[in-house]
């Protein structure tokens, strides 16, 4: 066990740039080992989870090199994958797990995956139910709707699902399983998730299409695919990892930070539209590869990054922020960042609302009753929902020992608030924080002054 310590800081100052994207990192080697020929990826994550999908591809037969800081998947094609000798280990990473289940439906092999304690404690049935409803055989080996998860060859035909939830780790599963059906396959979610998968697998040669109902649904189609073909992608930084210092430069009075190169996908950039409503100064240089879903504007042309994706550099700036409510279709767009923005919340002057937000109970921790605990600890004024939470901002915080329970988003979101909090910041089990972003602390030590 790691522990750190947090101290108040003056102010933060400088220009960063954060890690690859860890949802575009994912799909990259996921997408290129299914493609023929090779893949190139520059600006990897390699962060814990996305090195659990590479060693999964390993052991099924692909070769994934690194050549002058660049990750090449040396893609076998579709049915390229080989049975592997031994149990996947998917290690920390609900990604891997969920989005690798639909491409492993359809081979002609057997497989097993399992991660870690938590990783194995994660519900499952989310992904299985659509999965089996195509012909696949996957089952929970403990029966508990969890990893381990055996998956047997089946025949896959083509399903319209109707998913409860607005997940793109769901929605993955079934397109990717849908490239092995013999008919379209689509998926109706209540609200738009991310679209990564769909960007992409558009430009590996998918055939794949998506629509915005006038209900606010949205529907992705995918048809069956002979073959995919390996691409050259530069992932840009993630929103998600930038949301930490988005959030520091906001709150610590005196802040100006440049965060460089940002994936700005309006299916992910829930967090910067909140921070505008919040009263945030911010402002958006450099602007790429802008679309008309983008809602963000500035200069440039085409940027040579992951398919279809916008980027932006962002520029923060202290800022006294209010509250705002959060729920609806929004929460798909920013799920992984209502920690931090609870954070903020806190900072803030009046009353902050998160609803529609279930699905924090079923990450890496149930991280409602996660920020609920240390938030508390911290003083803040807290009350918990079965859906979100609601946050009596403008009360100082104080310095508190924080439990990260090895969830790598609170390990975060708790150390920026240590930066605002008076007195000393214990973070227990700092080391989660390389699932996603191992440089973390190294980063937040060289911008402040």
Do not use: W
Not at 296 to 301: E, I
């Amino acid at each position: 066990m790691s522990v750190r310590s947090i101290y108040p800081g003056n102010h933060l100052k400088g220009e960063i740039t954060v890690p690859g994207d860890k949802s575009i990192s994912h799909r990259s080697v996921m997408f290129g080992s299914i493609a023929l020929g090779t893949t190139k990826i520059t600006n990897f994550l390699k962060g814990a989870d996305c090195l659990s999908t590479i060693g999964c591809f390993q052991r099924m037969g692909i070769e994934i090199t690194e050549e002058a800081g660049s990750i090449l998947v040396h893609g076998r094609g579709l049915r390229g994958l080989s049975a592997p000798s031994e149990t996947l280990n998917v290690g920390n990473s609900g990604t891997t797990t969920r989005l690798m289940s639909g491409i492993l439906s359809g081979q002609s092999f057997t497989s097993v995956m399992s991660g870690d304690d938590s990783l194995n404690s994660r519900p499952m049935g989310r992904i299985m139910t659509p999965l089996n409803q195509m012909g696949a055989r996957i089952r929970s080996i403990h029966d508990n709707y969890c990893a381990p998860l055996r998956v047997e060859p089946g025949e896959l035909h083509g399903i319209h699902y109707q998913s409860p939830v607005a997940s793109a780790q769901v929605k993955s599963a079934v397109l990717l399983a849908g490239l092995y059906a013999d008919s379209e396959t689509s998926v109706t979610e209540p609200a738009l998730s991310r679209d990564h998968t769909e960007r992409m697998l558009k430009s590996f040669g998918a055939e794949i299409s998506s629509a915005i109902h006038e209900d606010g649904c949205a529907t992705a189609c995918i048809r069956p695919c002979r073959e995919l073909y390996g691409q050259t992608i530069q992932v840009p930084g993630d929103i998600s990892s930038a949301a930490y210092f988005i959030a520091a430069g906001l709150l610590v009075p005196g802040s100006e930070l440049l965060i460089k190169n940002v994936g700005t996908n309006p299916t992910r950039a829930g967090i910067l539209k909140v921070c505008e409503a919040m009263g945030a100064d911010i402002t958006y240089l450099n602007c790429q590869n802008m679309d008309s879903n983008t809602s963000l504007t500035g200069n440039g042309t085409a940027a040579s990054i992951a398919p279809g994706e916008p980027t932006a550099d962002i520029l923060v700036r202290y800022s006294q922020l209010h509250g705002t409510a959060i729920g609806g279709s929004l929460i798909p767009t920013l799920i992984d960042e209502i920690p931090i923005i609870a954070v903020m919340a806190a900072c803030a002057k009046g009353t902050t609302v998160i609803r529609d937000a279930a699905e924090l109970k079923v990450k890496e921790t149930n991280r409602i009753d996660t920020v609920t605990e240390n938030l508390r600890a911290m003083g803040a004024d807290i009350t918990p929902t079965e859906d979100g939470m609601i946050i009596a901002g403008g009360s100082p915080l104080k310095g508190a020992y924080i439990k990260s329970y090895l969830d790598h988003r609170i390990a975060m979101a708790f150390a920026i608030a240590g930066l605002t909090a008076e007195g000393e910041t214990t973070i227990e089990d700092s080391q989660c924080v390389d699932v996603s972003y191992p440089e973390f602390f190294a980063t937040l030590e060289c911008i402040l002054n």
